[in-house]
């Protein structure tokens, strides 16, 4: 597996983590913190996803 792929992995575990607490916490601040921390965690991952594929794309063309 690549760095960039094990960084994507990453991300995907830190989002599904937020997303268990943001279920399970009883405070709405922490719900709402966790929340929004989950959906930069879902951005990051999705931002990695271009990049492996444009890696990707760059490597076939060669």
Known sequence: MTELEDRL???ETLTAEC?????????SKKREFYLRLGEQYRQ??????????????TKAAA
């Open 19 to 27: 997303e268990l607490i943001t279920k399970l916490a009883t405070d």
């Open 9 to 11: 992995e990453r991300f």
């Open 44 to 57: 990051l991952a999705a931002d990695m996803r271009q990049v492996i594929a444009a890696k990707a794309a």
